[in-house]
């Protein structure tokens, strides 16, 4: 019988309450010693192979003949009023099909709380028209045809004149820049104690830039209305969010809007809900009866497709002699956009990372002049521990302390915060594991000391959830052949999801990897997941999918006693073992899939499961440590890199090949935030000019550090039945405090402003020179 | 955004192209850089004329050029990826006597290889390379009406400038986007360019000139005139070249400074050489006051010691005027060239 039941579940640094209903039977979970043979192998992508073919679809993909294509007219000002639209001229072009803006608004007006076309227009990029035209050249020329009459507003276009004393209001009506005053604190002790305890204490202040997303598939829909019924082509991390926000916004049943995402282009946060070109494409496909496309362009991408937010840290930590800290203090001003509320939990890392008696942290959010920052791969975690490892290892300087002793010193068993042990910390195999890996004990002996390129070494630490939990729902559907198709309400967000998935099910089905196909990315036929953030995905559903394969298999097991003449034994008196069950007293007596299924005919058996919840009073957290060495050329300001190494902590390693690509490809972007990416405005204009992949910098090929990947790779068996934590946002963590602590090492100055380029090393050494 | 209709034209032969050209027919070459500003409305010619199908462009060749030397002719379509790999300018060929070794085309090889990705450069022609538009953000920027583009003001001179110039800069700030040109200029390259009137050769240190009140081009190439050969003068025995360019990224990136340095050595001494700079200002620049201190009195000439290439570190920034965020640039162009010439010993 299904029961109520409350559990703790954190994302993105919150820990929420969640009443969950709780319908499975108890399972066993695979244990730490369990004999595995699917799950815990290398296992390449199951859709590899249409990837990299050009075989899979995009949403980008989805066109036909009679498609039409949505563009938007959208602001050149950071700030202003929309005094007089004319679109006449548009509308009489052949191939318009439509145009909507605030004086012709489309038949629903409003999304998320606010007309889809505003009079004020707070930051450049900011929608005033959508058009439909056959095609794009049509619609561009159209949409140059719009006359448009602005009244150019006062603009604050980032954090430090949003916060200044006689700051323009980034949105008319409101009386301050901050998005809550108050802000969002957390205090343990006192300050005053910490204070009093300390015999050292370091101050510093650290700022970071907007970063952003940079998707290789832009946002965007494509809508195709038949009938009643919506189908959305959606690049999203979450089809059952797009689902439920288009039927809020539409005012439709949910039953009649399907939503298709089997590929996404990447997303790191950036992509949840539907959004306002999503509904736009909606309505327009209504309006029209023809599909209708709404996708960003790359230069749109950059204007209205969110960022990380900037910051400004002030961390204070006092500590003992002997490194024991007495204090931790983290203060944070996030820079968010016109319409950005809260800022992400920078202050995390502070709250969790180390044993304090005292620790307070406060976090205030600025609007400004620009479009809302959105999540972004572990939001406030990447900010929050360039931070605070910075000062750790400052504070370490100032001890005369190896800045990984001093992290030893510290280490705690108990999450600080909320005053739980956690389901596991292997924290301290990580910091063993990429010393031995990095040589950090004997780094002194490499170091460079004369020449122009100066060698140093850093750490840091890296503390995220990952735990996932409820709810998350799967199918499982065993054909009469002994195959089986699994099925599940969320997407791949690239991080390997559909095979993970397969591999768990053709483990506890006892099934090779290629009898068992995987079906997400589609919310039709699918039961409830949940999207794909705050590494939730893997730890959320796969523990679902053996819940669904045990409820499958006791069905299977119940014709299969019956066949081998004991129709009284137990379901769970049998296994499975490569598409045959097995009577587990003998097991001699066995029979295959295949047989019973023609036994019974075309019966098919479906299981279903649901993850059930977390465990009580223990907090479920996933650990790790990158070990950086860099080289600076003290003459040009050059940072190289030159090897990463990596451990995480992530419980049982589901697939180590696509693990190993994650922890890759989150070093190499965080490689990008630590030495070239910002996006730059222009203070007179208010105007971006970052908003092409030319003066935005991503990292190439030719920058990449070699990374040496490693996993302490045990099962976390209070965590869930699976052992397994997330890995999508652990990886883009600490390495940029790792990179920063490095350069310090190398050329013994800290540069706290990212991202750290030639111009800041070369200011940098200068300030050090003259200050001698 | 979707590029703006054009008319397309094959030339075959250059007086055919030449015939076509005017202020709405450009010349189309790898179109890196054309096709790129026709997207972005930066500009929008009402034809283009393909030099592509013009086989003598596509010619690269080591001719007779003085009596005892032989000079490299480099058609203007040759893509970067072919010159690259074409044995003189890898060092495997002789030019002239006694230059054949791997080090007398270094300057133009090593700024070939850090130019752009391999992709752009096995579209990018030279011709092409030497006359892109400036990359700055705010003549990018199609919403900017900077003074580069017509408009009344250099947004850089006030604004974020930290790319910017800090040699000779006004009206305009915009670095030159092209690493070959400073390496050629090194080389004392010269134009063979086409025109209506006939062709005319021009070296490439008059070439370029930084935009002033009356100009917002920074070449003397007319709208109806063509660059058809580069034309490479045999480096003479002794020659050394070393280009050291400095970007934020590994790859694909403009210079924040660069030196191309070709020198005729005699053991340690130099005995000649021509130094150009990079990334610093509105053209390639070139650097005479550093060429002076290098080859030192030419009674008197010395080898390339600690204290002459202090001197020369000393003399490449005499002149500089930095902005409000380029400062840097001066340590860095120092930098540089101390790696330049570290190479060159």
Known sequence: ??????????????????????????????????????????????????????????????????????????????????????????????????????????????????????????????????????????????????????????????????????????????????????????????????????????????????????????????????????????????????????????????????????????????????????????????????????????????????????????????????????????????????????????????????????????????????????????????????????????????????????????????????????????????????????????????????????????????????????????????????????????????????????????????????????????????????????????????????????????????????????????????????????????????????????????????????????????????????????????????????????????????????????????VNMALGYVLMEERVFNARTGLQLTANLEDYRLVTIADAPVVDVAFVDVADIQANSVGSKGLGEPPIIPLAAAVANAVADAIGVRITALPITPDRVLNALRAEREEQ | MAIKPFAHGNAVTVAEAVEALSASCRPLAGGTDLLAMMKADLTAPESLVNLKTIPELHEIGVVPDAETTKGLRIGAMVTLSQLAAHPAVQGRQELGRGSLTRSSMAVLHQAILRTASPQLRHMATLGGNLLQEPRCWYYRNELIPCWRKGGRLCYAYRGENKRHVILGGGPCYAVHPSDPAVALLAMDASLRIVGPAGERTMSLAEFYHPPDRETRTVTHLAIDELITEIRVPAPQAGTRGVYVKVAERAAWDFALAAVAIQAVMEGDTIRSCRVALGGVATIPWRASQVEEVLMGQASSPAPLSTAVIDRAVEAVVEDIRPLEHNGYKADLLQGVLREALDQLR
């Open chain 1, 1 to 666: 019988m299904p029961t109520i039941k409350k559990t703790k579940v954190e994302y993105e640094g919150r820990v929420e309450e969640r009443e969950v209903i709780v319908e499975e039977e108890y399972i066993e979970p695979w244990g730490a010693d369990a004999e595995l043979t699917v799950v815990g192998r290398p296992t390449p992508r199951v859709d590899g192979v249409p990837r990299v073919t050009g075989r899979a679809r995009y949403t980008h993909d989805a066109r036909w003949p009679d498609l039409l294509v949505g563009r938007f007219l959208r602001s050149p000002h950071p700030h202003a009023r929309l005094v007089r639209i004319d679109s006449r001229r548009a509308e009489a072009m052949p191939g318009v099909w439509l145009v909507w803006h605030r004086d012709q608004p489309p038949p629903v007006e409003r999304f998320e709380g606010r007309p889809l076309f505003t009079e004020e227009l707070p930051y450049e990029g900011a929608e005033v028209a959508f058009l439909v035209a056959e095609n794009e050249r049509i619609a561009e020329d159209a949409l140059a045809a719009i006359e448009v009459e602005y009244e150019e507003l006062a603009f604050a276009h980032d954090l430090d004149d949003a916060m200044a004393e006689d700051a323009p209001p980034t949105l008319l009506d409101d009386e301050s820049n901050l998005v809550d005053p108050e802000g969002d604190t957390y205090e343990r002790g006192s300050v005053e104690q910490g204070l009093q305890d300390a015999d050292v204490v370091v101050d510093l202040t650290f700022t970071t830039p907007r970063a952003a997303h940079c998707c290789l598939e832009t946002h965007g829909s494509v809508a195709r209305w038949e009938g009643d019924h919506l189908t959305v082509w959606h690049s999203t991390q979450g089809i059952n969010r797009c689902k439920g926000s288009l039927a809020d916004a539409l005012d439709m049943p949910m039953d009649e809007i399907r939503v298709i995402c089997e590929y996404v282009g990447g997303g790191f946060g950036s992509k949840f809900a539907a959004e306002n070109y999503t509904v736009l494409a909606a309505l327009a496909s209504k309006a029209t009866q023809h599909p209708v496309s709404a996708l960003l362009d790359r230069r749109e991408e950059h204007l209205v497709g969110g960022y990380r937010p900037s910051s400004r840290q002030r961390v204070r930590l006092g500590a003992k002699r002997d490194g024991t800290l007495t204090l931790i203090e983290h203060e944070a001003w996030i820079g968010t956009g016109a319409y950005g509320e809260s800022g992400p939990i920078v202050g995390g890392p502070a709250k969790d990372l180390y044993a304090s008696p005292n620790a307070r942290t406060a976090t205030w959010t600025v609007r400004a002049n620009t479009d809302a920052h959105r999540a972004f791969r572990a939001p406030g975690y990447v900010e929050g521990t360039f931070a605070l490892e910075g000062a750790m290892d400052a504070l370490a300087e100032e001890l005369d302390m190896d800045p990984l002793d001093l992290r030893l010193k510290n280490y705690t068993e108990q999450s600080p915060s909320r005053d739980t042990p956690y389901t596991d910390k292997r924290l301290r195999e990580a910091y063993e594991i990429g010393a031995e890996r990095m040589g950090w004990r004997s780094r002194e002996e490499r170091r460079a000391t004369s020449g122009v390129w100066k060698r140093g070494w850093g750490m840091a630490t890296q503390i995220w959830g990952g735990g996932g939990g409820p709810p998350a729902k799967a199918i499982v559907k065993l054909e009469s052949d002994g195959t089986a198709e699994v099925l599940l309400g969320v997407q791949d967000l690239g991080t390997g999801t559909k095979t993970v998935l397969a591999q768990v099910a053709a483990e506890e089905l006892g099934l090779p990897l290629d009898r068992v196909r995987v079906v997400i990315g589609d919310t039709q036929g699918t039961p409830y997941g949940p999207g794909s953030g705050g590494s939730v995905t893997l730890a959320s559903t796969t523990p679902a999918v053996r819940n669904a394969v045990h409820d499958a298999l006791r069905q299977l097991f119940g014709i299969a006693a019956y066949m081998l003449d004991m129709p009284d034994e137990a379901p769970d008196q049998f296994y499975t073992e490569q598409g045959e069950i097995v009577y587990r007293p003998d097991p001699t007596k066995r029979i295959s899939f295949v047989q019973v299924a023609a036994k019974v005919g075309n019966y098919m058996f479906v299981g279903t499961g649901a993850r059930g919840p977390n465990p009580d009073d223990a907090a479920i957290n996933t650990f790790g440590a990158h070990f950086a060495e860099v080289e600076v050329n003290t003459r040009t300001g050059q940072v190289r890199v030159n090897k990463v190494v990596a451990v995480h902590d992530i419980g049982r390693v589901v697939n180590p090949l696509t693990a190993t690509s994650q922890v890759i490809g989150g």
